[in-house]
């Protein structure tokens, strides 16, 4: 197990220093640098050369990705450009926004999806089956933002019963905080629902088709206990990997919902990192997110023999 | 607030003298005002690691010798008075009596040349420097104390706009300050400043704070005048709580998280207007906001087609739509509230169509497509593009809107790879400083659209002459020949709308649109 | 004595698909006693599963029963009273699978799997079932029966699945045991075993065993009363003797024929050296790939020697895993041997010089639902061979293939058809003529009638004789069905881990083997033998 | 790992006639996806004709009209009318769409086959790059490309396309893997034919399956992306419109202007329904299994 850790993480090292060496070059590339933008249409010869040297963007990219490097690896990711806050406390603050959000509503998704999924499967064909079925594909299909909007509209504007705008974090007032979560968890837990929904149902569809589940059957046992405890256990486990990958990617930060909500998660911070050329900022979240994607697929390879125990680590 | 005592102690103020100021106030907790920012500071140091934010805070603690005025005209600060040679080169400054620094020592002419040496001084980085060290239009060549409370700076050329660059808010208002700032080895320590307000506690990325300096000398105007005049104090604490998201700011305000929004958009403004316990400040500014052309383009190099374009814009109905009602036309580089703006830079393009179509044949114009560089970001610019495609397309202009990512606007707009762009020049507080910034040598500066020869002379002359009436002739010329020569379309000036809550007496929004916490009181009814 | 009343009994049964589908079963009676074998024999889609499906009411979802009546010890079975049901399920009808693979659930440990009917069934305490599962466990041949209790079933082979699933069935002694055809899915030799256990099993607790199988040569040996079916029908029923002996339907003859018995062969054309010499040849599979390089490689095949003369059928037999079919592959190129040469007609084909002699050898491949390609149509696929035919014009391709197809009789409208639109056995004629339309002088046939029903298989091996008279070229039979080796081989080469243990004329072989495993592989096949007389009967060794 | 041949469970009723069931009616997904795709591409096409008034025109007095008889679907901040841009938008979102989706899945094929066709070293290296894409934020690539060749359609349409080229490499690979393991691979072998022969004529093809299956779910996500993408800011350049940008401009007028929200989002919720719709019929027509 120990060394299954240790070789998948050594297989992700040469990802993340591919990954951090195209970002690197790539923000590099894009017009317009974070002296520019602080200068803005005052920037005359002179203070542009001063604020670049003071910022250290007139090494050689090389160089720069070199001090970079050498600073992460000793733990620091240095300053951000424009605000001067510590990069690694910063991206911690904003990713627990995320993070909470995320998890509740991936959980939420989960646990909803796969009994649903699971009954849609046994009653295969029949109307709730269609019914469940077409209810999936409806919220697969509705956008994100889109249903967040509908709803900050709804219970927002119209009933007044939660906050429109801001963000108010955990420390400073838990109950007020969790009014502001509550619709962009929903949101997420609706759109999410669908995918988880119709994965549990087609591989639930996939298992009762095996005669280990007729074979259940011929031992008398239930059609709760022959769902419950055989057809759930072998289902879940693509399930399971579907879940992981929708966690790999909603963790980079869901940058869209955090603008309908104006929530200050991990996805705004790297849209406005990129746009105020903040490149120590930009450089730690895309670290940190490759990180997370990262871990998110090794958890999941390592409970998936949970539910499969053919799979040897 | 064991954090803050050790701060109050390191600055020397003797903590007894700090109780007893508190005693004498009314009774109950020492009033405190929250102020909206949307950004932290970046430093402490007057003019050199600094952005808006870190300005507009600093001008509370450090006084410069003269300053600004409410108009944007220069006034005495902590001089007394000024007194320039006929020649222009040398300059007299007499200090005012029984003005005491924040750490109680009194300011004298030896402070004020320290102040400037270590300005002058390469290794401060002064983002000012360029400007004074020869490189701008002059050099200080000396500054010497021939009396106690009078200090003489001898200056190279004649530079009508010298006292207006020292009283710029980006050069920290050259602020005077106590050699006790500085460590032994030059790094700097704290601003011990002769304003209004000292340095509070600062939690990075969340709040900075200003005490009130109790034993300020505040001048002897009834009120205050911009940044000088009567500068008292009227509040203990003030706080600026950071607050990147605009429409967080906003909600901040109405939940009562903060008391002043110096800056909201002209959205907010109409949504706040109607917000009982909401007072709105506005106050047109210095922004120049309008579209720049490319005269090296060869289509727009040709001055009639640019001409047809100024003529067919309808500047009122845009500049309303812009700026909902708040700002008026403006077709001058000169601002509205400036000193400088008189009849002749009233006049403006009037909005002639047949006139611009004629133009447009005369050139030989049959519909070529020009690239219009707008950006999302700054929703004024992005709309300013808009309504003037739509407008041009009446006599047939054909204008493509290319909409750029911010920083690669100002990219293009820094090399001037454009052939025309919706832009907003950030605030000049001196007309000669607003003109500088359009015109200039193409060759070297590419940023500039102006570089006809005569208007670079005029401009040269602008700012060295420092008689005002012999200046306005010379910005009357600049103008008229702008008019003529249509570089770019100067639309309109900006408005700062600032909105404070009930109960907050004395803060007004200004066209150097800095937000001002002295001469600010918190009502005693409300919190 | 009351008269025993009959186990059970099935009367008029119908079962159909849907409201309006097709009869799967049509009108079936037939009855057990208790401790009785009764086989339903029938080739596929002959409905002999859902009737035993309808037994213990366990019907996939279309099927419906809509006609007759199932009655278990006197009472009526009726499937839509559940908790009825379930009290007779796996207490007094248990059910074995044919698929070893998925027949236990993979996630569940067998120690679970096979206490989870008796905690159902019966109220013993868990230190007491556990006991009881143990005991069966090692009355079945499981050496630690502790450490079985804890692992997992992809942890065992095919046969031993086989085996543990029939312990948990057993541990509840049901009065009747429905056995799904438990032991196709394994070779000849799991075969054996897991049916011997079987019959031991049941044979103590006196439990009656309802055996579903298409092959009537494995039930003859053990049946006491069969139930031959076809397109739903009983065609015909009685004791096994009768059947063999004098069977009435004509249906049953057909099955009976289909059998391969040892047949005269064709004297083989003089020949001046071997068509295909193997030399020493080992193979070897690469291990599982690990990241930094591969782990060392397994040897499947040791140092074989055999050759083939022109126009000779040589037939390579063993179990699954003896390496028969990767030699065959290593022939044709598929597989390269690590040692040894391979020359054909004197030249080493493993070099790729020598390709256009390679080409003289074609495979024919063993399942008719993967080895066409789904995209083409037939006529494109009996085409491709000729690509690499040197100077053969279009118009001559086309002719080629219609004779071939004409050859391995199919009509002609079959080129415009795709391999779905086909049978099993319309597929493998495809794949021979495939193999022939080059006229190859060597064909190596790798299993290549086990994936068919009997009767299908009866003609696939007529045609394939007839097309090596016609034609005249060699052939390796690779193959783990005796019967039919013992019908078209000049000679047998039996293989066992890798090494080819006996080589020798077909009569010698079958009559006087020499090497044990050879025996073992004998013993295993079906030992029916044609009668002078036309009837069967079984053979004694 | 050759398929361990086991005799067929017993096929379907029978073997020789394959039953003509399947194609009696074409299941109900078939039928809605398909008809609110064509209702969708109609009224794109239908943009390029004629649209109720020009697109583009700007009417000042008219802002923030409501849904009514002149402008059904209301105007907006500008006084453009919404259905004239609605109409213009399907255009471009589903050109967008279409164009990003074609080239991830002829890039994501070649380099798919390569890495499955080749394997050894470049298999794996290909596939070590092709996962670190896959780990790339979508929305860097998006500005750096667009800030590289300018903002426009084409810069989006390239953006999206690389995006999701990985996940076709992925199916491809994993297609053409299992299928060299097949029987009928191997006789192509044997009957003489080369590995790049064998490569085209018989594994490509037959990936196909897969590959259209994804596609479809593809321009799913084309659609949506493109729509956050105009979201942050980065989608295509005004004033051109696609639902996606009309929807990201409606947010800040949420309160007074609600509409101006909801037919977009409308819009882009019906056009994915049709696509999961029609992707789901796809899938059970490609379904081996399926194919009685």
């Given at each position: 197990m120990f060394r299954f850790i240790l070789h998948r993480l050594g297989m992700a090292v040469p990802t993340l220093l591919l990954i951090s060496v195209m970002v690197f070059a790539l923000i590099r590339f894009i017009p317009g640098d974070p002296a520019l933008l602080m200068l803005g249409?005052?920037?005359d010869a002179q203070s542009l050369a001063q604020m670049r040297s003071s910022l250290g963007l007139d090494h050689s990219v090389v160089t720069q990705y070199l001090i970079w490097i050498k600073s992460v690896l000793s733990g620091d990711l240095g300053f951000s450009?424009?605000?001067?806050?510590?990069v690694l406390p910063l991206l911690l603050e904003r990713f627990s926004v995320s993070a909470t959000i995320v998890l509740v509503a991936v959980a939420l998704a989960t646990l909803i999806a796969v009994p649903v999924g699971l009954f849609a499967a046994w009653k295969q064909n029949s109307a709730m089956d269609l019914g469940l079925v077409a209810g999936a594909t409806l919220l697969l299909s509705i956008p994100s933002f889109w249903l967040g909007l509908l709803l900050l509209y709804a219970f927002?504007?119209?009933?007044?019963?939660?906050?429109v705008v801001g963000y108010v974090t955990f420390a400073d007032d838990p109950l007020k905080a969790i009014t502001y979560l509550v619709l962009p968890i929903v949101t997420l837990t609706l759109v999410e629902f669908g995918a988880i929904a119709r994965m549990a149902r087609a591989s639930t569809i996939e298992v009762l088709r095996l005669d280990y589940i007729a074979h259940a059957r011929a031992k008398g046992l239930s059609e709760g206990a022959v769902l419950w405890r055989h057809a759930l256990r072998n289902a879940f486990a693509p399930t399971w990997t579907l879940v992981g990958l929708i966690l790999g990617n909603l963790l980079g930060g869901i940058a869209v919902l955090e603008t309908v909500f104006t929530l200050p998660g991990v996805g705004r911070l790297m849209v406005d990192s990129i746009f105020a050329r903040d490149y120590p900022v930009l450089q730690g979240c895309l670290l940190l997110i490759t990180c997370i994607y990262v871990l998110v697929n090794l958890c999941v390879d390592l409970l998936y023999p949970l539910f499969d125990p053919r799979v040897k680590l | 607030m064991h954090h803050y005592v050790k701060k109050a102690l390191y600055f020397g103020v003797p903590t007894l003298s700090l109780c007893l100021a508190a005693l004498t106030l009314?009774?109950?907790e020492p009033s405190l005002i929250k102020v909206g920012f949307n950004g932290d500071i970046?430093?402490?140091?007057?003019?050199?690691?600094?952005d808006e934010n870190s300005d507009a805070f600093i001008m509370h603690i450090v006084e410069g010798l003269v300053a600004y005025r409410e108009d944007a005209s220069v006034g005495p600060m902590l001089a007394k008075d000024v007194t320039i040679s006929d020649d222009g080169l040398t300059y007299t400054f007499t200090l005012r009596e029984g003005v005491k620094f924040q750490n109680g020592k009194p300011l004298t002419a030896e402070d004020v040349k320290w102040t400037w040496q270590h300005y002058l001084?390469?290794?401060?980085?002064?983002?000012?420097?360029p400007e004074f060290d020869?490189?701008?239009?002059?050099?200080?060549l000396d500054i010497s104390v021939p009396e106690p409370l009078k200090v003489v700076f001898r200056i190279d050329k004649p530079n009508g706009v010298l006292l207006a660059t020292m009283s710029r808010p980006d050069c920290g208002g050259s602020g005077i300050v106590h050699?006790?700032?500085?460590a032994a080895d030059g790094t700097w320590i704290a601003p011990i400043g002769t304003g209004p307000f000292t340095l509070g506690q600062w939690k990075q990325g969340q709040y900075v704070e200003l005490n009130r300096f109790k034993d300020y000398t505040p001048r002897a105007e009834a009120k205050p005048d911009?940044?000088?005049?009567?500068?008292?104090?009227?509040?203990d604490r003030v706080r600026f709580v950071v607050i990147p998201d605009a429409a967080s700011a906003k909600a901040a305000l109405l939940s009562g998280?903060?008391?002043?929004?110096?800056d909201v958009t002209a959205m907010d403004e109409a949504e706040l207007k109607?917000?009982?316990g909401m007072q709105v400040r506005t106050s047109p500014v210095m922004t120049l906001g309008g579209l720049l052309f490319?005269?090296?383009?060869?289509?727009?190099?040709d001055v009639r087609i640019r001409r047809a374009v100024a003529l067919s814009l309808d500047y009122s109905q845009m500049v309303a739509t812009l700026s909902n009602g708040l700002s008026t036309v403006n077709n001058?580089?000169?601002?509205?509230?400036?000193?400088?703006?008189?009849a002749t830079a009233h006049t403006g393009y009037p909005y002639d169509l047949d006139e611009a179509r004629r133009l447009l044949k005369a050139a030989g114009y049959h519909g070529q497509p020009i690239k219009l560089i707008v950006n999302k970001r700054y929703p004024q610019m992005f709309d300013m593009g808009v309504l003037s495609q739509a407008m041009l397309q009446a006599v047939g202009v054909n204008i493509v809107l290319e909409t750029l990512e911010w920083g690669a606007q100002l990219e293009r707009y820094q090399s001037g790879n454009f052939q025309m762009m919706a832009f907003s020049y950030s605030p000049r507080f001196d007309a000669a400083l607003s003109y500088e910034s359009v015109t200039g040598n193409k060759d070297k500066?590419?940023?500039?659209?102006?570089?006809?020869p005569k208007a670079l002379v005029l401009l040269r002359e602008a700012q060295s002459e420092s008689v005002a009436p012999k200046r306005q002739a010379l910005f009357d010329q600049l103008h008229t020949l702008m008019l003529a020569d249509v570089p770019m379309v100067m639309i309109y000036n900006g408005t700062s709308i600032g909105v404070v809550k009930a109960g907050i007496e004395g803060y007004r929004s200004w066209p150097i649109s800095k937000p001002r916490l002295w001469g600010v009181s918190l009502a005693a009814t409300s919190k | 004595m009351t008269v025993p009343t009959a186990l059970l009994s099935v009367q008029h049964l119908k079962i159909r698909a849907g409201?309006?589908?097709?009869?799967?079963?049509?009108?079936l009676s037939f009855t057990m006693a208790p401790g009785e074998i009764v086989a339903l024999v029938g080739e596929s889609g002959s409905g002999k599963t859902m009737a035993a499906r309808a037994a213990i009411g366990?019907?996939?979802?279309p099927m419906q029963v809509c006609g007759g009546r199932i009655e278990f010890k006197g009472v009526a079975l009726d499937s839509r009273d559940a908790p009825a049901m379930r009290r007779v399920r796996g207490a007094q009808i248990g059910m074995v699978f044919q698929e070893p693979m998925v027949?236990?659930?993979?996630?569940?440990t067998i120690g679970r799997q096979m206490s989870e009917a008796l905690k159902l069934h019966t109220d013993l305490d868990a230190a007491e079932i556990r006991r009881r599962c143990l005991q069966m466990l090692q009355r079945i041949g499981i050496k630690d029966a502790e450490r079985c209790l804890a692992?997992?079933?992809?942890?065992?082979s095919g046969g031993m699945r086989q085996r543990i699933m029939l312990a948990s069935v057993m541990l509840l002694r049901p009065a009747l045991l429905i056995a799904?055809?438990?032991?196709?899915?394994?070779?000849c030799l799991a075969q054996l075993d897991v049916i011997e256990l079987m019959l031991e099993l049941t044979r103590e607790q006196g439990t009656a065993i309802l055996f579903i199988s298409h092959d009537l040569s494995l039930v003859a040996r053990y049946a006491h009363k069969v139930v031959v079916m076809r397109n739903g029908k009983a065609v015909e029923q009685g004791g096994i003797q009768e059947i063999l002996l004098a069977p009435r339907a004509d249906y049953t003859r057909q099955l009976l024929e289909a059998l391969p018995s040892r047949g005269v062969l064709a004297p083989l054309p003089p020949a001046n050296g071997p068509l295909l010499e193997v030399r020493g040849v080992c193979i070897e599979h690469p291990g599982p790939r690990s990241f930094w390089g591969k782990s060392l490689p397994k040897r499947v095949v040791h140092g074989v020697d055999l050759s083939i003369a022109p126009g000779e059928t040589l037939a390579l037999v063993g179990g699954s895993g003896s390496g028969k079919t990767t030699l065959g592959r290593a022939v044709v190129g598929l597989v390269n041997p690590c040692a040894g040469a391979i020359r054909f007609k004197g030249v080493d084909?493993?070099?790729?010089?020598n390709r256009v002699h390679r080409l003289q050898c074609q495979m024919i491949f063993q399942d008719p639902y993967s080895s066409?390609?789904?995209?083409?149509k037939i006529g494109q696929i009996l085409a491709e061979?000729?690509?690499?035919?040197?100077?053969?014009s279009p118009a001559q391709r086309r002719q080629r293939v219609a004779e071939t197809l004409v050859d391995v009789g199919l009509?002609?409208?079959?080129?415009?058809?795709?391999?779905?639109?086909?049978?099993g056995g319309q597929r493998q004629r495809v794949a021979i003529g495939r193999a022939l339309v080059r006229r190859p002088q060597l064909v190596i046939a790798d299993e290549?009638?086990?994936?068919?029903?009997m009767t299908i298989q009866k003609q696939i091996l007529e045609l394939f004789e007839r097309l090596q008279k016609q034609y005249g070229f060699a052939c390796l039979f690779i193959s783990h069905d005796l019967a039919a080796v013992e019908r078209i081989a000049h000679r047998v080469a039996v293989m066992n881990q890798g090494e080819v243990v006996e080589i020798g004329d077909r009569d010698a072989i079958f009559?006087?083997?020499?090497h044990p495993y050879t025996q073992q592989l004998l013993a295993a096949a079906s030992p029916l033998e044609r009668l002078a007389g036309g009837g069967y009967r079984i053979r004694t060794r | 790992m050759s398929a361990k041949r086991t005799l067929p469970a017993e096929p379907a009723r029978s073997v020789e006639a394959p039953a003509r069931?399947?194609?009696r009616y074409p299941p109900l997904n078939a039928l809605i996806g398909g008809g609110l795709l064509l209702i969708l591409i109609g009224m794109a096409l239908l943009g390029l004709v004629w649209t109720?008034?020009?697109?583009?025109?700007?009417d000042l007095l008219a802002r923030?009209?409501?849904?009514?008889?002149?402008h059904w679907l209301g105007t907006d901040e500008f006084g453009r009318d919404a259905l004239s841009r609605m109409m213009m938008g399907a255009r471009t979102s589903l050109w967008i769409s279409l164009l990003s989706v074609s080239f991830a899945v002829v890039a994501g094929t070649l380099i798919g086959m390569l890495a499955g066709y080749l394997r050894g070293w470049t298999d794996r290296v290909l596939m070590m790059l092709n996962d670190a894409l896959l780990a790339f934020p979508g929305i860097l690539m998006a500005l750096g490309i667009m800030a590289i060749i300018g903002a426009s359609q084409y810069g989006i349409v390239l953006a999206l396309g690389i995006a999701y080229t990985p996940s076709v490499v992925r199916v491809v690979r994993g297609s053409v893997l299992s299928l060299r393991e097949l029987e009928f691979v191997e006789a192509s072998r044997v009957i003489g034919n080369s590995e790049f022969y064998t490569m085209l004529r018989h594994i490509a093809p037959n990936c196909l399956a897969p590959l259209c299956v994804l596609a479809t779910s593809m321009f799913g996500w084309a659609l949506l992306s493109e729509s956050a993408l105009s979201f942050l800011g980065?989608?295509?350049?005004?004033?051109?419109?696609t639902w996606g940008s009309m929807l990201a401009a409606s947010r800040p007028y949420?309160?007074?202007?609600?509409w101006l929200g909801i037919f977009p989002g409308l819009f882009i919720s019906l056009a994915l329904l049709a696509i999961n719709l029609f992707g789901d019929a796809l899938r059970d027509r490609l379904d081996p299994r399926m194919r009685k």
């Open positions: 249409d005052m920037a450009i424009s605000t001067r806050q510590a927002g504007i119209k009933l007044g019963w939660l906050p | 009314q009774a109950g970046r430093s402490t140091e007057p003019g050199v690691n600094r001084d390469p290794k401060t980085q002064w983002r000012c420097l020869g490189r701008g239009v002059s050099k200080i050699p006790d700032s500085v911009g940044f000088t005049g009567n500068k008292q104090a009227f509040v998280g903060v008391d002043v929004l110096p109607n917000v009982p490319q005269t090296r383009d060869p289509l727009l190099g001058s580089i000169i601002p509205t509230t400036s000193a400088y703006y008189d500066e590419p940023r500039k659209v102006w570089d006809n | 409201v309006q589908g097709q009869l799967a079963v049509d009108d366990l019907l996939p979802a027949s236990l659930n993979p996630s569940l692992s997992y079933p992809h942890q065992f799904d055809e438990p032991t196709t899915a394994l070779d084909i493993l070099k790729a010089a066409l390609d789904p995209r083409m061979p000729l690509r690499h035919e040197p100077g053969m009509a002609e409208h079959f080129v415009e058809r795709f391999a779905h639109q086909l049978s290549p009638i086990s994936a068919l029903d009559d006087t083997p020499q | 069931r399947a194609w109720p008034y020009e697109p583009l025109r700007l923030f009209q409501a849904p009514s008889a002149a980065l989608g295509v350049p005004p004033p051109a419109a949420i309160a007074s202007a609600a």
